[in-house]
T-cell receptor, first 116, second 113 residues
């Protein structure tokens, strides 16, 4: 199994500010993803974090709002920019490794964000 | 596009009862992977099982068992002799070879003592 560490675990932020969430994975993982879970909802994929290049965003998510970096294989950040109360969610980092054996999509413990 | 349906929003049982969570999926791909995750109140997502589309063999792990039926596009999950610690939200998910997960809406299981 892969080890994924995410921080902060929670934060309360003022509207209009930005928060950067960090995700560190162990060397087994080559693919990294960011998901959002709004209160009482399921998880939705925000983007695939690509090493050394721009992230690939899913429909409904844009780089200006959720800039993502992945400077190396095992580290990625997600920034939630110009926050509003609607951004209050749990943000989760996930990692996987294609091939054999397939290392599955494990998740970090999540960042519980509250915007006031 | 892929779709995962968990029709049961909430299930409440008394301890030691069995509980079955339904999951129905849609995909046009012949190669896909199905998952179950547990999300306790603390919020982390705990991986429970993965099944690939070529392996319809059912699986049992302790009190957990999974029934995969391609004929009905279902991947159901049963907790036998439920315990209070099983109280959580359970998500069924599907991915293709791109490793992106499509989640169902989740089923909240409450086990009462």
């Amino acid at each position: 199994s892969a080890v994924i560490s995410q921080k902060p675990s929670r934060d309360i932020c003022q509207r209009g500010t930005s928060l950067t969430i960090q995700c560190q994975v162990d060397s087994q993982v080559t693919m990294m993803f960011w998901y959002r879970q709004q209160p009482g909802q399921s998880l939705t994929l925000i983007a695939t974090a690509n090493q050394g290049s721009e992230a690939t965003y899913e429909s409904g998510f844009v780089i200006d709002k959720f800039p993502i970096s992945r400077p190396n294989l095992t580290f990625s950040t997600l920034t939630v920019s110009n926050m509003s109360p609607e951004d209050s969610s749990i943000y989760l980092c996930s990692g996987a490794r294609p091939g054999q054996p397939r290392v599955e999509a494990f998740f970090g413990q999540g960042t519980r964000l509250t915007v006031v | 596009a892929q779709k995962v349906t968990q029709a049961q929003t909430e299930i409440s049982v008394v301890e030691k009862e069995d509980v079955t969570l339904d999951c129905v999926y849609e995909t046009r791909d012949t190669t896909y992977y199905l998952f179950w995750y547990k999300q306790p109140p603390s919020g982390e997502l705990v991986f429970l099982i993965r099944r690939n589309s070529f392996d319809e063999q059912n699986e049992i792990s302790g009190r957990y068992s999974w029934n995969f039926q391609k004929s009905t596009s279902s991947f159901n999950f049963t907790i036998t002799a439920s315990q209070v610690v099983d109280s959580a939200v359970y998500f069924c998910a599907l991915s293709l070879n791109d490793y992106k997960l499509s989640f169902g809406a989740g089923t909240t299981v409450t086990v009462r003592a």
